[in-house]
């Protein structure tokens, strides 16, 4: 399975900032991969169940996978060392009236 398969299939939730510079994509272990795209700042990071933060699970072995993201107020661009892509607009998730789409690239 592609990394962005992997992501797609895992994904529970996804939390982002008003200004989307920031997003924290919940996995279905409990698991976090958080990013951060701001002037001067960019980091992504895996962190484990919030009882276990430590062990960093699914996200982190996707965070070993990760070659490049974008984050803004139009997309999540997550590019993978098997060059698969993760490419979604947040907002589809932060609104309840809509389904996130289930395509990737």
Do not use: Y
């Not at 272990?29 to 795209?37: N, T, V």
């Not at 982190?60 to 993978?80: M, P, Q, S, Y």
Request: with cysteine; hydrophobic share 40%.
């Amino acid at each position: 399975m592609l990394h962005a398969e992997t992501l797609q299939t895992s994904l529970s939730a996804v939390e982002a900032d008003a200004r989307f510079s920031e997003a924290v994509l919940r996995l279905r272990d409990g698991s976090r991969l958080c990013f951060c795209h701001r002037v001067g700042e960019r980091w992504v990071k895996a962190v484990g169940p919030e009882h276990c933060e430590g062990v960093p699970g699914l996200a982190g072995e996707l965070l070993v996978a990760i070659t490049k993201f974008r984050l803004n107020a139009k997309h999540l661009d997550i590019e993978f060392r098997d060059d698969s892509r993760w490419n979604e607009a947040l907002q589809q998730f932060l609104d309840p009236g809509c389904q996130p789409s289930r395509e990737t690239e």
